[in-house]
C-alpha cells in the first residue's frame, strides 16, 4: 500500500465531467474531461443511501458507475494518508490507495 504524498490535491478536478471509466487487472483510470487519474488498490462506491458497491471484488458488475458517469465532480476529500473519495451528487467514489 502507497501513502499519498503530503501535497496532494486533486481539487483540479471539481467541475469536471466524468467520461469514462477504465478497469484493469490491478488499475483503475478514471477519464475526465480534461485530464485522466489512475491508480491501483481498492476503490468502493457509495450512495447516499449508504449502499456500498465494493467495486474490486466483483470486476464483472459495473453496478454503481451509471451514478457517476456523465456527473462533474462536486468536491473531494482527503480522508487518511492512504484514502481519498470524490463526489458526485448522489455518490461518492472512495479510493483505497
Keep these: 500500500m502507497n501513502i499519498l504524498p503530503p501535497d496532494f490535491d486533486i481539487s483540479f478536478l ?9 478497469i484493469g487487472l490491478h488499475q483503475i483510470q478514471l477519464r475526465f474531461e480534461n485530464c485522466y487519474i489512475e491508480g491501483d488498490g481498492k476503490i468502493e462506491i457509495r450512495s447516499n443511501d449508504h449502499t456500498k458497491v465494493p467495486v474490486n471484488e466483483r470486476w464483472e458488475s459495473t453496478e454503481g458507475f451509471e451514478k457517476i458517469i456523465g456527473k462533474k465532480v462536486e468536491t473531494w476529500c482527503r480522508i487518511s494518508d492512504f484514502c481519498f ?5 448522489n455518490a461518492s467514489l472512495f479510493f483505497l490507495h
Excluded at 471539481?14 to 477504465?22: H, P, S
Design 14 to 22: 471539481i467541475g469536471d465531467e466524468l467520461m469514462q471509466v477504465c
Design 85 to 89: 473519495s470524490l463526489k458526485w451528487g
